[in-house]
């Protein structure tokens, strides 16, 4: 079972411009404001999301 139907359950009546003007409300408070909304959008969908913490500039680039 896909989460197709999960997600147009989940978003039933929501507007995508709303979605986004979420997330550019949510970007001046941070990286982890706009994550949390996605993060919500996500579960809500019956997505599995794994939070991962880490600190990107400790991650090596291929090819850098």
Do not use: W
Not at 41 to 51: D, N, T, W, Y
């Amino acid at each position: 079972m896909t989460n197709i139907g999960k997600l147009s359950g989940c978003v039933e009546g929501d507007n995508a411009i709303a979605f986004f003007s979420d997330l550019v409300a949510a970007q001046p408070k941070g990286e982890n404001a706009v994550q949390a909304i996605i993060f919500d959008r996500l579960a809500c969908a019956g997505c599995e999301v794994p939070l991962v913490d880490y600190e990107p500039r400790t991650v090596p680039v291929i090819g850098d």
